[in-house]
């Protein structure tokens, strides 16, 4: 869902749902390897997540 407030800002929501682990784990290819590889350092599985998602949603938008 996209937001648009003004032609400078917009905003950017994603709907998270509960997935298991390894549906998640698709998702890493699609970030740097660096940044891969802290995030799996996490403990929490739910950081994880949101930390992948903000990444991928980073990378789309920064190609708009």
Do not use: C, H, Q
């Amino acid at each position: 869902m996209k937001i648009v407030f003004n032609s400078i800002l917009d905003i950017y929501l994603v709907k998270i749902t509960s997935l298991a682990e390894r549906e998640f784990l698709n998702l890493y290819p699609l970030i740097d390897s660096e940044k891969s590889e802290r995030i799996k350092r996490f403990i929490k599985s739910e950081d994880k997540l949101r930390t992948i998602v903000g990444e991928v949603l980073i990378s789309i938008v920064s190609t708009i």
